[in-house]
Structure formats: structure tokens, C-alpha cells
């Protein structure tokens, strides 16, 4: 089992570009999560999915769009990147919205110029 | 003020060293996470606890729910312990975490 993964691992964009991170899981888990974690503050939730064909905003969303594509796969999407993107974005997962245990993706590292 | 807040921000230790680290929140909880960071950036859990304490190893969780406050306890500290510990609770009725900003530990040999 590869856990959560997430891709790329590092990316640079300028202002205005857009990319999608990719995060994935192979453990059949049904809520699926995005995060930033910026120097000084705790992570923040961005939008999460607690289950196939829904997706809900978290603390931080604006600036982002999410698709939660089938159970496995849950992207994350900037239209228009900002500086204040600048971030570790991390995906994690857990088997029910009430499950206590949540399963953490490696990071992607994103820096926006 | 931030709902979690742990304490120290940052910990230097000299190897075989006991080491705490604690975490006080103001919300009501229906657990309490211990997570740790290495330098590569992966987040693993360490801890859940919702009552009492709980040991893995060299590492120590407590809780305290009337006080509102958990320590992470490590004992005989090693250089392979350095990495960033992360508090989180789960927020009672939503099912959220709440992040604290972390404790960076190093372990010195």
C-alpha cells in the first residue's frame, strides 16, 4: 500500500499561473482532506470531501477549487496563483468523516513568485 | 489566541535526555492527536487519546480533560527524535482538527 501520495513534490509558478496538485489514496478511505501549512501557524484546512460526490469548504478556500474525481483521487486546483499561495500543501485522508485516525500525504511544496 | 497553543515553540535537548512538550486548548474535544514531522516533511500520527495516557515506546502521551491540556513525554531522547511535534484536536460536533504550530525538537549527540 502506497498510503496517500500527492504530486508534484515541488512546483514554481508565477503570479497568475494555474496548476492542479494530484493527491491519491490506495486504502479505500472515504474522506479525503487539503491543507497549507505556512511558517508560524498550524495547518489549515482548504476544503475537504467527506465522502465520494461531495466537497465542503474548510478555513482557508478562497483562491482554490477542488474535485473529488472518484474515491481515490481528490485534486486540488489554483486558477490564478498568488504569492500569498506560497505554502507546503498537504492532502490526507481518513476512513469516515468520524474515523479519529487520519493519514497524512508527503507535501507538495509550492512557491508562487 | 489560538484555539491550540503548545509550548516550547522550539527545544534543543543533549541526547539520553527526558523530554515534555505541551499542548493547552480552548475548545471542547472529542480527542487529542499527537503528530510528528520529520525534516522531509511527512506527517505521521503518533497519538490519539481522549482520556488518561498512552505509551509507544520511549514516547509518553498524557491528557487532561478538565484542565485542558496534554503532554507529550519522551524518554532517553535520541538525535533520530529531532523533528517538529504537532498537537491537534478534534473539535467536538464538527469533527475537525485544530492545528497547534508545533514544537521543533533537536537532539543533540
Known amino acids: 500500500n502506497a498510503g496517500v501520495t500527492q504530486t508534484p513534490k515541488f512546483q514554481v509558478l508565477k503570479t497568475g499561473q494555474s496548476m492542479t496538485l494530484q493527491c491519491a489514496q490506495d486504502?479505500?478511505?472515504?474522506?479525503m482532506y487539503w491543507y497549507r501549512q505556512d511558517p508560524g501557524m498550524g495547518l489549515r484546512l482548504i476544503y475537504y470531501?467527506?465522502?465520494?460526490?461531495?466537497?465542503d469548504k474548510g478555513e482557508v478556500p478562497n483562491g482554490y477549487n477542488v474535485s473529488r474525481l472518484n474515491k481515490r483521487e481528490f485534486s486540488l486546483r489554483l486558477e490564478s496563483a498568488a504569492p500569498s499561495q506560497t505554502s507546503v500543501y498537504f492532502c490526507?485522508?481518513?476512513?469516515?468523516?468520524?474515523?479519529?485516525?487520519?493519514?497524512f500525504g508527503p507535501g507538495t511544496r509550492l512557491t508562487v513568485t | 489566541k489560538n484555539e491550540v497553543e503548545q509550548s516550547p515553540q522550539n527545544l534543543t535537548a543533549q541526547e539520553g535526555e527526558f523530554i515534555t512538550i505541551n499542548c493547552s486548548y480552548s475548545?471542547?474535544?472529542?480527542?487529542l492527536h499527537w503528530l510528528q514531522q520529520h525534516p522531509g516533511g511527512g506527517i505521521v500520527s503518533l497519538f490519539m487519546?481522549?482520556?488518561g495516557k498512552k505509551k509507544h515506546g520511549r514516547l509518553i502521551a498524557t491528557i487532561n480533560i478538565q484542565e485542558k491540556h496534554s503532554s507529550l513525554h519522551i524518554t532517553a531522547s535520541h538525535p533520530r527524535d529531532s523533528a517538529v511535534y504537532i498537537c491537534?484536536?478534534?473539535?467536538?460536533?464538527?469533527?475537525?482538527?485544530?492545528f497547534g504550530t508545533g514544537t521543533r525538537l533537536q537532539v543533540f549527540p
Open positions: 490526507a485522508s481518513k476512513e469516515h468523516q468520524s474515523s479519529y485516525e487520519q493519514y
Open positions: 486504502m479505500n478511505h472515504n474522506s
Open positions: 470531501s467527506a465522502s465520494e460526490g461531495t466537497t
Open positions: 475548545v471542547g474535544i472529542s480527542a
Open positions: 487519546l481522549s482520556s
Open positions: 491537534a484536536v478534534r473539535s467536538r460536533g464538527t469533527d475537525k482538527l485544530i
